[in-house]
Each structure stands twice: as C-alpha cells, then as structure tokens.
C-alpha cells in the first residue's frame, strides 16, 4: 500500500499539482465532490513569482468549468466538471481553489426529461438509465429484486436524482457516483476490499464507535394500497418486521406514497428496520494511512472491509457508508465512515466475532 499519492488536476488541455485536495465519496450520494488549492509550492520569493506569473492562464482556462479528472498515481478517482473556482491575489500568499462533482453531479441539477414521459412495464434501472442517457451520464445497474412498475411517470420539474429515489426507495435501493464519472444504481455491496482495519496496524487511536438507538424501533410497519382492486387486501395493505434488539417501546409507521403489495410492503419494512439498524452502529476511522487497500484498490462506498477493534468491541465486516481522500502538507490520508453492511441493503459479515452491542435484528 502506498501512503503518498501523486495527485494532479487534468482540466482544459491543463495538468496541475495542487497542494492540497480532498476528493468525498459516499454510499448514498449519487456524485463524488472534491476541492484543490492550488498554491506556490514553498514560502520563496521566487516560487510566489512563478506562481503569480502562471496563474492568469490557469485561471483563465479553470474559470470556464472545463471537464477534469482527479488523479491518484495516474489512476482516475474522480471524472466530472470544475464548478467553482475562488482566486486569491496577494503578493505573498496567493492561491487558486477549485471545486468540482463528477459527472454524475449532472443529474443532481438537471431535470428529468422523456418523451412521453411515462413508462409501462419497466423496471427502476431502465427508466433511470434512459433518464441519465438523456444527459449523457454513463450509467451502471447493479440491482437486485427490483420492482417492474405497470405505470410510472415523471413529476414535472424533479430532477433525475429526484426521479431516482422515488424508484430507489420502494426496493430499497442506494445510488453512488463512481470514480469513473457514472452512477451506480445498487442494493448491497458492491465489492470487497483487500486486508482490513486493525487496532494498533492500520487502525489509527483517533477511530471511534457510535450506538444510536434514536432511530431504532421495536416494530416498523408499512401501509399502502394498490393502484387497483376494491377488496381489503387492496386498499388495507399493512405489514411489518420486528427488531428484537431494541428494548425502547417505539412503533413506526411507514406510509407507502406509491403502489404497493403486500410482498413489497414486507420488503421495504424490512429495509426501514435494517437501515435504521444499521445506521446506529457506526465506526468512524478518520487517519488511515493511505488511500488505498492492501491490494492497491482505492476505498470505495459500498465495499465491505473487515474491522477488528478490541477496545471498540468490533470484529466483523463493516460496509464504507462515505470516504474522504485527504492529501496535505500533513499527509495523505482516507477518513472512513463504516456502517453494517445491511444498513446498504447487503447481508450480515461471516465470521463476525463482535460484541453485544453490535447485535442487528435477525
């Protein structure tokens, strides 16, 4: 694994080194975001000198939100758009700062848009993928037990994103923007990576365990109807799953705000449960050497890594919910946010030799 990482900037026919970057990329977010600070590279007269003289014509270029590629040792971690650019003149501390979203960033703004703007019997990946190809956003369809809609329309004025989760949440379903620009449209992991974290290896002093059982409940219950039919089993849909580690005397109900049966109604109980679960039990790692694992793969949301913390009581395979990629004057680290993997629709580690509190509902 290596630490230190040979960042550069590709944008406009241009190729920088900036001094400072942070790339983020998360779980259930469906673009990847960074920012760069380009500055000179030592406290000299003359290297401020060379940067002032070079920084009209980087500006110039940058200040026109050309396509760009972060780059980790020459390998893409971020394909998308400069989208913000802040420049600082001084004479002894001048610096130009960048911001940008990959590709996928696109179909966060942009509305929805299909003709005639209705699909019949098609399934949430092929709506989504003909409204992201409608904006030229690669797209990859990694779902599992997904729904076939009899009708589904677009709400005038959402954005693709906005369309996206309508159809994400009835299976269950998370997107997430990948290094290559596209978005991902999935349920569960996406992979796994190489090695692990270990306390007092690559495990650093600063991680920390949260329990939170605020969002946890004893029973979650989903209601809906169907589109059609008159009898009660129609128009009374109500199921429910039980988490039997929650001691709290808390019920939730879910109104479902499309159709549903009572097969979908039971699933998507079962995800509220689990999310919720999941997302009460969390590991925060935030100085792990290095972006990558030990087989060289940079950290990506979705993948699972296993986790072994005798202080924190953890000794299974966790999910990335988010990761940050940090490279300063300090060093090249990764902050990552790790969640049970079925907190993302995925199932339970093997080998999980964890303690009580890390208990998820059967």
Avoid: N
């Avoid at 690669?138 to 906005?162: A, C, M």
């Amino acid at each position: 694994m290596t630490a230190f990482e040979h960042v550069t900037l590709v944008a406009g026919g241009l190729t920088l080194a900036p001094i400072e970057v942070r790339v983020s990329a998360s779980a259930s977010e469906p673009a990847r975001s960074f920012s760069a600070r380009l500055a000179p590279v030592e406290a000299s007269e003359a290297a401020t000198a060379r940067f002032l003289a070079g920084a009209p014509a980087i500006v110039e270029v940058l200040a026109q939100g050309p396509s760009c590629v972060v780059l980790a040792s020459g390998e893409p971690i971020l394909t998308g758009w400069i989208e913000r650019i802040r420049v600082k003149l001084s004479s002894t501390a001048p610096e130009i700062s960048v911001e940008g979203r990959s590709k996928s960033g696109v179909l966060v703004d942009a509305s929805a848009i299909h003709r005639p703007g209705e699909w019949r019997r098609a399934r949430p990946a092929k709506i989504l993928a003909d409204l992201a190809g409608a904006h030229g956003i690669p797209f990859v369809d990694r779902s599992s037990e997904s729904t076939e809609r009899r009708v589904w329309r677009i709400t005038q004025g959402e954005s693709v994103v906005s369309a996206g989760w309508r159809l994400a949440r009835v299976d269950g379903h998370l997107m997430t923007g990948a290094a290559d620009g596209s978005l991902i449209y999935y349920r569960g992991t996406l992979g796994a990576h190489a090695g692990g974290l270990i306390e007092g290896v690559t495990l650093g002093e600063d991680a920390e365990a949260t329990f939170d059982w605020s969002k946890r409940a004893q029973e979650t219950r989903v209601k809906g109807q169907r589109a059609s039919g008159w009898d009660r089993d129609d128009l009374e849909i109500d199921e429910a799953e039980t988490d039997d580690t929650v001691s709290r005397p808390v019920r939730r109900i879910v109104v479902a705000s499309e159709e549903i049966d009572p097969a979908l109604a039971r699933k998507r109980a079962r995800w509220h449960r689990d999310q919720a679960a999941g997302e009460g039990l969390k590991v925060s790692a935030p100085r792990c050497l290095g972006w990558r694992d030990e087989a060289g793969v940079p950290w990506a949301p979705g993948w699972t890594v296993w986790v072994e913390s005798p202080y924190l009581g953890v000794a299974e395979m966790l999910a990335i919910e988010a990761v940050e990629f940090i490279q300063t004057d300090q060093g090249t680290i990764s902050h990552l946010a790790l969640v049970d993997p079925r907190a993302i629709g995925g199932k339970k580690g093997k080998a999980g030799k964890s303690g009580k509190q890390w208990k998820m509902p059967k």
